[in-house]
């Protein structure tokens, strides 16, 4: 039986169909246009039945990013049964040079804690997708809000199968061929790429954006270097994707930097346009699932004198891109 999930804002069903042993009334709010839904009537803190997960795991397919809101406190044990659902959880730290903290006792959930008066960088706060310098990236990640400011901190999701179906068909010929090398270096997502903590009465110094002045310790760790397609299929809708990012690639395979940064600039650019993208607003407890195989996502640095903290897990993908 295939899982019928009922949409507020939209009459379109799911393209990806979901095992299931019953119909299930999971019903989704569309944020935007592109991207984005709220998941509406599931509480985390309880367990979920199979067929109510499989229409979650479809409507994350069909949204690339989907958001919980109204949650009840959710513990470290209810969070990681959550994502564990979803695949094998990343034990590992989530990307050097920069080690995070974790909470105690779990050491695969990343405790990200700014404080009101941390004029520093933020860790995602450029258009990136996560670890894509390792073999097997991330498949998806999972980011629970414990303490939201009252404005401010919003994070966007940008949506890579448009990225790369708006392109031209000679564009999209010649992209097809080439792979990309991704590094942890982060030669374009360093300092100059991220910004400072601002805010209406805050303009950050010059020295804020210095990884040296944020919370984060640098790691000893070389630099780790893998090569991706620059076009990706999807492993589960098998729909092509834009797979370049401005955290971690560095050049096209066989070229040099050099030679590689115009075109890589411009697909950057490209990749984070405003119709691709939702904005969401974080409220306490609220908790998004994104697909990291298909979505760049940015992290807004404009709460300045507010608090935020973020506790974020992550699920390995099953095999290197292709």
Not at 1 to 8: D, G, K, L
Not at 57 to 81: R, V
Not at 175 to 190: D, E, Q
Not at 263 to 283: G, I, V
Request: proline share 6%.
């Amino acid at each position: 039986m295939t899982a019928n999930v009922r949409q507020t804002a939209t009459p379109e069903a799911p393209r990806y169909a979901m095992a299931d042993a019953r119909k299930s009334k999971l019903e989704l709010k569309p944020i935007a246009g592109s991207i984005g839904a709220e998941v509406l009537g599931i509480d985390l803190s309880r367990p979920i039945p199979d067929s109510a997960f499989a229409d979650i795991y479809g409507a994350m397919l069909d949204h690339l990013a989907i958001f919980f809101t109204n949650q009840t406190t959710l513990s470290p044990n209810q969070l990681k049964a959550f994502a564990a659902r979803f695949g094998e959880v990343d034990m590992e730290p989530f990307v050097y040079p920069f080690k995070l903290p974790t909470v105690e006792g779990h050491p695969e959930i990343l405790n990200n804690v700014k404080e009101a008066k941390d004029g520093a960088i933020n860790l995602g706060g450029f258009w990136h997708a996560d670890v894509t310098y390792r073999e097997r990236p991330h498949k998806l990640a999972v980011m629970y809000a414990k303490e939201a400011p009252r404005h401010g901190g919003d994070t966007m999701f940008a949506n890579q199968y448009l990225a790369y179906e708006t392109l031209s068909p000679g564009l999209q010929r010649m992209l097809r061929g080439l792979k990309a090398v991704h590094t942890s270096a982060m030669p374009y997502g360093g300092e100059s790429a991220r910004f400072a903590s601002v805010s209406r009465h805050r303009a950050p110094k010059i020295e804020d954006r210095s990884f040296a002045a944020a919370i984060y310790d640098k790691a000893c760790a070389p630099a780790t270097e893998t090569e991706h397609p620059v076009v990706r299929t999807h492993p589960e809708t098998k729909r092509k994707s834009l797979y370049v990012n401005r955290g971690f690639t560095v050049r096209f395979s066989g070229m040099t930097d050099g030679e590689s940064a115009p075109l890589l600039e411009y697909l950057w650019n490209h990749a984070s346009r405003a119709e691709f993208t939702c904005r969401y607003r974080w409220s306490a407890n609220d908790v998004v699932v994104w697909d990291n195989r298909c979505t760049l996502h940015y992290a807004l640095n404009d709460y300045y004198g507010q608090r935020r903290v973020m506790q974020r897990i992550a699920v390995h993908e099953e095999t290197r891109p292709v």
